[in-house]
Nanobody, 116 residues
């Protein structure tokens, strides 16, 4: 059974940094982060597909960095200069090929709260 285990959320002040981690139980060809603020839809934050450059939401470019440790099947999200609008539940998302079809998996979510 595929599992994604997230860690690293918390409560910080604006301008501070946090680093999120997500460990997968198996190797994934794509891993990334989404977030959902109260009353809003879930949105892409950053994603990293094997052998491709990472993709970022415009709102986090220059502040967030996604990275992967493929040996550990782990993806990280380094978040710098956090803003109150970054507040939300951050979800790890990953994809793996199953019978030629990409299957998507989600973590349980970790809360990030940025106070002004």
């Amino acid at each position: 059974q595929v599992q994604l285990v997230e860690s690293g959320g918390g409560l910080v002040q604006a301008g501070w940094s946090l680093k999120l981690s997500c460990a997968a139980s198996v190797n994934m060809f794509s891993m990334g982060w989404y977030r959902q603020a109260p009353g809003k839809q879930r949105e892409l934050v950053a994603t990293q597909t094997l052998f491709r450059s990472p993709d970022y939401a415009d709102s986090v470019k220059g502040r967030f960095t996604i990275s992967r440790d493929n040996f550990k099947n782990t993806v990280y999200l380094q978040m710098n200069n956090l803003k109150p609008e970054d507040t939300g539940v951050y979800y790890c998302e990953a994809k793996m090929w199953v019978g030629g079809v990409p299957n998507e998996y989600w973590g349980q979510g970790t809360q990030v709260t940025v106070s002004s």
